[in-house]
């Protein structure tokens, strides 16, 4: 089993900042490609940030000020948030597509609430 445990959300004011982290542990042979989700009320679920054998990909609303990043070593990756604004509220989520064993499979958190508001 693989799992994801996400950590750093909460409630910080527009143009603050916030820094995720989402660690996966488990049987693990590699992790081919790993970032950040969002989902907020009533919209779809969207791609934040992430890393993978395509190199690194953010969305539009937060290129510049969203910077992900990762430690191999811990089977971590952060997402540095700065410049934040109400409509990052959102839960997001933490992805991984990991191999192991069994083969390759997507695995998920259980997601971290961001709220901006003053």
């Known amino acids: 089993q693989v799992q994801l445990v996400e950590s750093g959300g909460g409630l910080v004011q527009p143009g603050g900042s916030l820094r995720l982290s989402c660690a996966a542990s488990?049987?693990?042979?590699?992790?081919?490609?790993m970032g950040w989700f969002r989902q907020a009320p009533g919209k779809e679920r969207e791609m934040v940030a992430r890393f993978s054998s395509g190199g690194t990909n953010y969305a539009d609303s937060v290129k510049g000020r969203f910077s992900i990043s990762r430690d191999n070593a811990k089977n971590t990756v952060y997402l540095q948030m700065n410049s934040l604004k109400p409509e990052d509220t959102a839960v997001y989520y933490c992805?991984?597509?990991?191999?192991?064993?069994?083969?390759?499979?997507?695995?998920w958190g259980k997601g971290t609430l961001v709220t901006v508001s003053s």
């Open positions: 488990g049987s693990i042979f590699s992790i081919n490609a």
């Open positions: 992805h991984a597509f990991v191999v192991n064993a069994l083969g390759g499979m997507n695995y």
